[in-house]
């Protein structure tokens, strides 16, 4: 006998030996309590029958309804400014817009436009071509005012607070709203009635008190 069949015959048997041992632990345990299929429910399936229900039962409509009437009402009346007051005097400083860009503008074909580090003022290529006219739309005494000193001119009248839409028909001329106080925040206007309006390569920010000019006696 060779050495390699000397070698098989050990191998064969210790394989024999663990093919029995296998064979010997797999046991049938029996079944131990009831036992029940694995069934998951279909997500789609529920969220498509609970749509059913709720159409069927009219709370789709109600929900459709409801969400009309928020949007309108936020339109409508936005929610007001926070943190704005009636100027009780004249507070007037100016505002310099000027940036410094820190990173380098390159154009299409990744030539350098503007170099990192360079001042720029955005009303050299952009002026502020009318005034921007920041008032309380519920206030009549500013809304008279800003109609009377700037009704004949190209001026922008912003709303901190009030109705846009009622105003615009009302007094046919179109207001726009602060939303959320960006405006307001980026001149550091604390009060209204406030104006801002450029000299030069500034800005200057007027807040003042809503009076009405003198008529002249006859």
Not at 6 to 21: F, G, K, M, N, Y
Request: hydrophobic share 45%.
């Amino acid at each position: 006998m060779t050495a390699i069949k000397r070698l098989a015959i050990p191998l064969c048997a210790t394989a024999l030996a663990l093919v029995v041992a296998s064979s010997a632990q797999a046991r049938d345990y029996g079944q131990h309590g009831t036992v029940w299929p694995v069934i998951e429910p279909d997500l789609l399936a529920q969220i498509h029958a609970r749509l059913l229900h709720l159409e069927a039962s009219g709370e789709t409509a109600k929900l459709n309804a409801e969400l009309k009437r928020r949007t309108i009402a936020r339109v409508s009346r936005p929610a007001p400014v926070a943190g704005i007051a009636l100027a009780g005097a004249v507070r007037r400083w100016s505002f310099d817009p000027t940036i410094t860009v820190d990173t380098d503008i390159k154009d299409d074909k990744g030539r350098t436009v503007i170099a990192r580090g360079t001042r720029v003022n955005p009303l050299d290529t952009v002026p502020l071509r009318a005034p921007l006219v920041f008032v309380d739309g519920d206030d009549k005494a500013q809304i008279d005012w800003a109609l009377a000193r700037y009704g004949k001119t190209p001026a922008k009248f912003i709303l901190v607070s009030g109705a846009p839409l009622e105003l615009m028909k009302g007094r046919q001329r179109r207001f726009y709203f602060d939303q959320g106080g960006k405006l307001t925040a980026h001149f550091a206007i604390h009060a209204v009635p406030a104006v801002v309006e450029q000299q030069g390569r500034v800005l200057i920010v007027t807040e003042q008190p809503p009076k009405l000019p003198q008529s002249r006696p006859s």
